[in-house]
């Protein structure tokens, strides 16, 4: 299994591909409608980020000690977003999740090129996957 580091090197690297911004929003969307659709039953109130424009839901299960996350966006852009942190995120354990340095946001320049409502939807987002992490440790606290 990969890294954190190793997934979003791989990241940065498909990226760096593209010059203009144009492409690199269409490899975004690809990469969103690539994506699993998420089942109805988790598109539910408690499962939607706050502080994002678009809707964004967000599961997640803990397997085997990783946290493996699903997610669906009704906008385009917004999916290609959570697909990517989930395709960077998801299978690690919380901690892995927790000490997880997520420079690949900065270096894709995903905040510079995202609208300020977008921008504030990404952090949102990495925000829950981050609170979801924190929940699933203290239960297993719980167990030990």
Known sequence: MKTINELQDEVIEEFSDFEDWM????????????????????????????GCQSRVWLQADMEDGRIVFQAESDALIVKGI????????????????????????????????????????LL????????YALAFKAKEAEQA
């Open 23 to 50: 492409d690199k929003y269409q490899l975004l969307i690809d990469l969103g409608n690539e994506q699993e659709p998420l089942d109805e039953k988790y598109k539910t109130e408690e499962n939607l980020i706050d």
């Open 82 to 121: 959570i697909a990517l942190l989930i395709k960077v995120l998801s299978g690690h354990t919380p901690d892995e999740i927790l000490n997880a340095d997520l420079y690949f946001i900065d270096k894709l320049g995903l905040k510079e090129h995202l609208s300020p409502t977008r921008s504030n939807g």
């Open 124 to 131: 949102s987002m990495v925000k829950q996957i981050r609170m």
